[in-house]
């Protein structure tokens, strides 16, 4: 249960983040984080890396729901024997669904 409750927090955190980004700064602009190493910069992405299948929404979600199914039956198997690789597919699974 707990591997549900960080995949939970993964997701909140990522949509919060991006809310704020997009109601608080320009497309385009970017805010340095560490000088000249790491920045966080607004931008629009409609498909996969480097704006790979564009608008092509469909194929994302079912990707998404293959992977989260996988993720779950995975986590319900393994994840009561070892609890890093239960937290490791909760930062996943978190990951996958907070992408939309």
Do not use: C
Request: glycine share 8%; proline share 1%; aromatic share 16%.
């Amino acid at each position: 249960m707990i591997y549900y409750v960080i995949a939970l927090f993964v997701i909140a955190i990522d949509q919060i983040s991006k809310w704020l980004i997009v109601k608080n700064m320009e497309l385009g602009t970017s805010i340095p984080i560490i000088d000249n190493v790491l920045y966080i910069t607004s931008h629009r992405n409609r498909g996969a890396a480097w704006g790979i299948l564009e608008n092509k929404m469909w194929f994302f979600y079912i990707i998404t729901v293959v992977f989260v199914v996988f993720i779950v039956f995975y986590m319900k198997k393994y994840a009561k024997t070892d609890r890093l690789l239960g937290i490791s597919l909760g930062l996943i699974l978190g990951g996958a669904i907070g992408n939309f």
